[in-house]
């Protein structure tokens, strides 16, 4: 099983609503992140899970609030969102975050948000 | 600062041979990928140099120069399925954080 998996495909939001992206992989991969992703525009990091333990957070506002349950899945909650936060999320995994290896990152289908 | 850039779009014709171009300067340099991502969808890995020199996958191509800084995917006999957004994405310091390239839209006409 070489896929990384994302529910839901499709999301609207208004701006006072709470809801939660989900990422699922079962590579045995032990890093895994989360991306923006605006039309045209390349993917933009925002977090690093390596061991289930946050790593990097690209100074991203606090209404985005990501989990690692375990070393299989992902989550990001969003609260309070703006329009301006809708864009693709894109998550990926590698066999691990650290340097000295080829740690090729596998992407997700990606959630497309919309915030009215 | 990270700075990579590419082409905005090209255009070339089935069969024929394209080279996307990237040029980067970056704080630091521990490997450049290419990713082929088509629209609405997950990028996928293409290729991966740490080493000056060519790497060679079948139709797909990468070259890279850390002197130069500077890298480019040559794609082969080209298909129409090639039309694709290309990202040049580099690992600029220790561990596996990638800054991508804003993309290169490849469209591949008949």
């Known amino acids: 099983d070489t896929e990384v998996t994302q529910t839901p495909k499709h999301l609207v939001m208004g701006m006072t609503n709470k809801k939660s992206l989900k990422c699922e992989q079962h590579m045995g991969h032990r890093a895994m992140y989360w991306y923006k992703q605006k039309a045209k525009k390349p993917p933009e990091l925002m977090f690093v899970y390596s061991y289930e333990k946050l790593s990097i957070n690209e100074s991203v506002p606090s209404r985005f609030s990501p989990e690692c349950p375990n070393s299989s899945l992902l989550n990001l909650h969003l609260h309070a969102l703006q329009p301006e936060d809708s864009a693709l999320y894109l998550c990926?995994?590698?066999?691990?975050?650290?340097?000295?290896?080829?740690?090729?990152?596998?992407f997700g289908p990606g959630t497309r948000l919309t915030v009215l | 600062g990270q700075n990579i850039d590419q082409p905005t779009e090209m255009t070339a014709t089935e069969g024929a041979i394209v080279q996307i171009n990237c040029t980067y300067q970056?704080?630091?340099?521990?490997?450049l990928f290419w990713y082929q991502q088509h629209a609405g969808e997950a990028p996928t890995f293409l290729s991966y140099?740490?080493?000056?020199g060519l790497e060679e996958k079948g139709r797909f191509s990468s070259f890279l120069s850390r002197s130069k800084g500077y890298s480019y995917l040559l794609l082969k006999e080209l298909q129409m399925k090639d039309s694709a957004s290309y990202l040049c994405a580099v690992r600029a310091q220790d561990g596996n954080k990638l800054v991508f390239g804003a993309g290169t839209i490849l469209r591949v006409k008949s």
């Open positions: 140099n740490v080493l000056d």
């Open positions: 990926a995994s590698s066999q691990e975050y650290r340097a000295g290896g080829v740690y090729e990152q596998f």
């Open positions: 970056t704080s630091g340099f521990n490997g």
